[in-house]
């Protein structure tokens, strides 16, 4: 029977999160999920559009696959996720060891379309949805370590940044019914689970309605809603993590103009909400961020940052940066850095502006930084970053925190490692201890990327 499946994700937590979905409705389905590519009928790629190397990695990771179909005709290639639904058949036709496109709200219908694709040379399905969250669906776990999990709280975003290939990829905002959240969040913690990240592309613009009909198979009759029948991610952090106090929350990813002070108050009260905010920045220079559509300025996101220190003073804040933009200047790219000294984040995700088809920027702007100095600046932010992380890291020596253990740690198995609450990496000696425990480590020494400390009575 050809009914072997593997699937590869590349990408956000988000695109893991969806193949976590894809894993479920296919096992629902009577598929197996296999591990070894070897076994395979069917190779599923959940791909990611976000920027031109990013598709570049596919397409090469597509020419190796050329090798295992040669040993196995049978075997068929299904592109799933951003670049299935930016591309649509027209990857079929570059690509002509791929099948089968699948768009990442067309996922339901994935067991159907591979059962006919033996008899067929291609099949399309790039049909966007305004109502699908697989909200019914509990996602198999991939590679799970038991304690941490991902939780997929709503899909899509219309916020057009002029940079941005996601609202074409992942149409239009709608979220996930409240009760199906809670439930999946307790059913992991009766599984062992001690952390869960919810997930969106724009997690504080989370909102529903309490007359949206229930989810199918959904049979919960209460949810808790704020005083006008809607639940806003607020409410539903608190509703999540009320489920236990041993059980950590997180999010991402957070647009900041959404970022309210009542978010910050509900996180203030509720310790176990963990205190790390990922505030995607962007840039630190008006001009430019007037020009992306980000509906803020620098003055504003420095607001909300003095904000977030006022609530929690003891909270960590990452960001993600693009270099060299459209008509970005030195001027522009010296506030970028100016930013960075002011906010002095733990973390940053750091990018080369990457023009992407369809969006705001390649119908109106040009794409007129020279790379190279792209790439110099990038290099001076992230050379910048370095330090002050390293800095930042520093400060922690001396400190002691409550760590979730995680596993053992990469270097050494004599090790485990674990985060805390900043959702920084500690590691320290095993002893007789086990994941999902929470300990308390005292921080001895750092790099910029970890802590090591040792674990206290
Ligand atoms: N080029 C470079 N970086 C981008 N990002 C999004 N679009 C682009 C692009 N076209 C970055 C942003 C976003 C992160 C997920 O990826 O920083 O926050
Ligand atoms: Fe995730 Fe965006 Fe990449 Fe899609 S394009 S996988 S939403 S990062």
């Not at 007359?211 to 539903?236: I, K, M, R």
């Not at 990457?354 to 390649?362: C, F, G, L, V």
């Not at 002050?388 to 490692?417: C, D, M, W």
């Amino acid at each position: 029977m050809n009914n072997q499946v593997y699937i590869e994700t590349y990408g956000c937590q988000m695109n893991l999160a969806d193949s976590e979905v894809v894993g479920a409705i296919l096992q629902n389905e009577g598929f197996l999920l296999t591990k070894e590519i070897e076994q395979a009928d069917y190779v599923l790629i959940n791909t990611c559009a976000i920027r031109d190397n990013a598709e570049q990695r596919i397409r090469n990771r597509l020419r190796e696959l050329r090798a295992l179909q040669r040993q196995r005709p049978q075997l068929r290639i299904g592109i799933l996720g951003c670049m299935a639904e930016r591309l649509q058949q027209r990857l079929m036709v570059e690509e002509d060891n791929v099948s089968l496109i699948v768009g990442p709200d067309a996922y339901r219908r994935l067991p159907q379309m591979l059962s006919h694709i033996n008899n067929s040379e291609h099949l399309a399905d790039t049909e966007l949805s305004t109502s699908e969250t697989y909200a019914d669906i509990e996602p198999v776990r991939f590679d799970t370590n038991g304690i941490t999990a991902y939780i997929s709280i709503m899909r899509g975003c219309q916020n057009y940044c002029a940079y941005c290939v996601v609202p074409y990829t992942r149409g239009r905002e709608r979220s996930r019914d409240p009760r199906t959240i809670v439930a999946e969040a307790r059913s992991l913690f009766n599984q062992g689970y001690r952390e869960v990240t919810l997930l969106g592309q724009n997690v504080n613009s989370y909102r529903w309605t309490n007359n949206q009909p229930a989810a199918p198979g959904d049979n919960s009759q209460t949810a808790e809603h704020g005083s006008n029948g809607v639940t806003g991610f607020p409410q539903l952090m608190a509703m999540v993590a009320e489920i236990s106090p041993l059980l950590r929350v997180r999010f991402a990813t957070s647009h900041p103009k959404d970022l309210s002070d009542e978010l910050l108050q509900v996180m203030a009260s509720h310790p176990n909400i963990c205190r790390c905010i990922h505030l995607p920045v962007q840039s630190g220079s008006q001009r430019i961020l007037k020009l992306m559509n980000r509906r803020y300025t620098p003055e504003w996101y420095l607001n909300r940052i003095d904000a977030i220190r006022h609530y929690l003073p003891d909270c960590s804040i990452t960001t993600d940066v693009i270099a060299g933009f459209c008509t970005e200047t030195e001027q522009d790219h010296q506030a970028t850095l100016d930013l960075f000294r002011q906010v002095r984040y733990d973390y940053a995700y750091m990018f080369k502006f990457s023009m992407r088809p369809d969006t705001y920027a390649a119908k109106h702007l040009i794409d007129d930084v020279p790379d190279d100095v792209k790439t110099q600046r990038l290099e001076q932010i992230i050379a910048l970053q370095g330090q002050i992380a390293l800095e930042n890291n520093q400060k922690e020596i001396g400190r002691t925190y409550e760590v979730l253990i995680e596993g053992p740690s990469h270097r050494s198995k004599a090790q485990l490692f674990g985060r805390n609450s900043q959702n920084k990496v500690i590691v320290f000696d095993r002893a007789d201890l086990q994941p999902g425990q929470y300990v308390n480590v005292r921080i001895l020494r750092c790099t910029a990327a970890t802590l090591i400390g040792e674990v206290i009575a």
